[in-house]
């Protein structure tokens, strides 16, 4: 078992809030087929997320996150 914990902040130049729900969604389907759980907390502006499974399926959700440009980590 493998754990992480990361904030970052919303892309606001390029993206508004309401790409949240759509990160919502797409990371829970992602999240129960690779066996990942965890929080993922958002005031608007800021995330803030803990998550934990396998290694390496904690490795390439965090490879994931940091590709992502809708934040900035």
């Excluded at 399926?57 to 980590?73: E, G």
Aim: no cysteine; net charge negative; charged share 20%.
């Amino acid at each position: 078992m493998k754990f992480a914990l990361y904030t970052s902040v919303l892309n606001q130049e390029h993206y508004d809030v309401l790409v949240v729900p759509d990160i919502v969604k797409t990371s829970r389907a992602a999240n129960s087929r690779d066996g990942i759980t965890g929080v993922l907390l958002f005031d608007g502006l800021n995330f803030t997320q803990y998550f934990e499974g396998e290694a390496a399926s904690v490795d390439a959700l965090r490879a994931n996150i940091l590709r992502d440009q809708r934040q900035s980590i």
